[in-house]
């Protein structure tokens, strides 16, 4: 016996979601004393098996997994292997007459018409915790002319971020009613500020925002020389700040590391306990306000 695992994170056409993949190591779980090869799509897995790859003569079953049974895809993979005993579990069944689902000679599916439904296999395989990083780039802001290395900056600071293992949230600081993806209010802002992990920017706010709300941040400014995000950073007298010449894998990989350690949580809730309201007394006093 030995059986190739398949979904449509399979296809070069097809997609792999988080869905897919837990069920994916749930099966792998359940059958981990069966000799079992993963077949992943090349665009999602460059390098893994491929479906290409998988000879039919070298497996016994063919299990699908996950995903709704319609589409040439999977008439074609029951046509490549035909030999094979062909098994499709926690799937939907559309429409039962559909060749890709006669096909299988099993379907364990997880709902189907006229049959009672049974809970997604996403549900089972046990996840370790990573962090969860809010990002909030600062737009183009031409004001700094000649002194931009917003899209240098951007660049590379992604594709940092992208080989990280945490859960990236892209945030903006831009507020609109009408547009129900962004925030309408700061408090909403602050509400999901105040539960991340660690904030990631290139923008003043971003920095302020996850200060003021305890969490560390990671503060790239993308002006050459540093500007208003680096100045901001002195305010606080935070240290995981860098400029656009000092960015660096070594030094961004440094201060991830302290951000989320005890000394970066410390540091970054001691700066919301000391708010600064002297620019505050100050505009009192340019107006001739008695002092508060």
């Given amino acids: 016996m030995r059986v190739l695992l398949v979904g ?13 993949v837990l069920s994916l190591q749930a099966v792998r ?3 981990a004393d069966v000799p079992c090869d993963v077949a992943w799509s090349p665009v999602f897995r460059p390098g893994e098996l491929t479906l290409d790859d998988a000879a039919p003569e070298a497996y016994s079953h063919v299990v699908f997994v996950c ?6 895809q ?12 062909r098994i499709a579990v926690g799937v939907s069944v559309i429409d039962p007459r559909d060749p890709a689902v006669t096909g299988f000679d099993v379907v364990l599916a997880r709902d189907a018409p006229d049959a009672a439904p049974h809970r997604d296999l996403a549900a089972l395989p046990p ?76 923008r003043l706010h971003g920095l302020v925002t996850a200060l003021r709300c305890g969490v560390p941040a990671l503060a790239v400014d993308p002006v050459w020389r540093g500007a208003k ?30 951000c989320l350690g005890a000394e970066g949580r410390r540091a970054a809730e001691r700066a919301a306990r000391d708010p600064d309201g002297a620019l505050l007394a100050e505009l009192r006093e340019a107006l001739g306000a008695p002092p508060r």
Wanted: a negative charge; proline letters at 4%; glycine letters at 8%.
């Fill in 127 to 202: 996840c370790a915790a990573v962090p969860v990083a809010g990002v909030v780039l600062a737009p183009g802001q031409e004001e700094y002319g000649a002194e931009r290395r917003h899209d240098e900056v951007h660049a590379r600071l992604t594709s940092w971020l992208a080989r990280l293992g945490c859960a990236r949230l892209v945030l903006d600081t831009r507020l609109d009613h009408d547009d129900w993806r962004c925030f309408g209010t700061p408090d909403e802002l602050l509400s999901v500020v105040g539960r991340l992990d660690v904030v990631v920017t290139t």
């Fill in 74 to 85: 999977l008439r074609r993979l029951h046509e490549r292997y035909a030999a094979c005993r």
């Fill in 229 to 258: 995000v680096s100045a901001q950073a002195r305010a606080w007298h935070w240290p995981a700040a860098l400029t656009a010449e000092e960015m660096s894998e070594g030094a961004l990989d440094r201060w991830w590391r302290w």
């Fill in 8 to 20: 449509w994170f399979s296809f070069v056409d097809g997609e792999a979601t988080a869905g897919d």
């Fill in 67 to 72: 995903g709704p049974l319609h589409g040439p």
């Fill in 29 to 31: 779980s359940a059958l």
